[in-house]
């Protein structure tokens, strides 16, 4: 079974405090994506990212950046968290086109 | 803009009922409509999916039912059970890359 973690599944922070959510996949999957989940919104991409090294903004990427150095990992960061980005943060992965498999989530709070 | 609009927000079904969600979109590109269900505390999980070569879907008690021309694809839920109860997300896709455009989701409860 694919399996796709994500470092924590709830996170408090302060305001202007830089953040790291960490998401690891095990499936050699060459694609994987970073959204955001709010109520009435659905599922928001955030940045994906299709190769090692290589990253694409999303529908939302403004006041997050990525980082992907190895293959099965793919951090997003919030470089100066605000407390409009307290939300769910969901990781997926795919290979090709077709099902993203999506971690557990990180419920993260600014405060 | 949001690519793919989903309606109803929420469902209310009775034990035994169909339990139905609309999904439309604008751009003739997407070529995969997958639906995800998701239970509280957990990432969402494929339920099933179409491509637009076919106009129907059916696994078990969940259908997906896709009208090309009208732009439109649903999901049907037979002989709905309290363990349905969870949030539904439609989305569409199109390309190599395998970006999905969601739709806002439709928290279904089913009463025993």
């Known amino acids: 079974d694919v399996k796709v973690t994500q470092s924590s599944r709830y996170l408090v922070k302060r305001t202007g405090e830089k953040v790291f959510l960490e998401c690891v996949q095990d499936?050699?999957?060459?694609?994987m994506f970073w959204y955001r989940q709010d109520p009435g919104l659905g599922l928001r991409l955030i940045y994906f990212?299709?190769?090692?090294?290589?990253?694409e903004k999303g529908d939302i990427p403004e006041g997050y950046s990525v980082s992907r150095e190895k293959k099965e990992r793919f951090s997003l960061i919030l470089e100066s968290a605000s407390t409009n980005q307290t939300s769910m943060y969901l990781c997926a992965s795919s290979f090709g086109s077709g099902e993203q498999f999506f971690g557990p989530g990180t419920r993260l709070t600014v405060l | 803009q949001q690519q793919v609009k989903q309606s109803p927000q929420s469902l209310i079904v009775q034990k035994g009922g169909i339990s139905i969600i609309n999904c439309a979109y604008e751009n003739t590109a997407f070529d995969y409509f997958p639906w995800y269900q998701q239970f509280p505390g957990k990432g969402p999980a494929l339920l099933i999916a179409?491509?637009?070569?076919?106009s129907e879907k059916k696994e078990g008690r969940f259908t997906i039912s896709f009208n090309k021309s009208a732009k439109q694809f649903s999901l049907h839920i037979m002989d709905s059970q309290p363990g349905d109860s969870a949030t539904y997300f439609c989305?569409?896709?199109?390309?190599?890359?395998?970006?999905?455009?969601f739709g806002s989701g439709t928290k279904l409860n089913v009463k025993p």
């Open positions: 499936m050699d999957h060459e694609n």
């Open positions: 179409i491509r637009p070569d076919v």
């Open positions: 989305a569409a896709s199109m390309g190599n890359f395998n970006k999905f455009y």
């Open positions: 990212s299709y190769d090692v090294k290589m990253k």
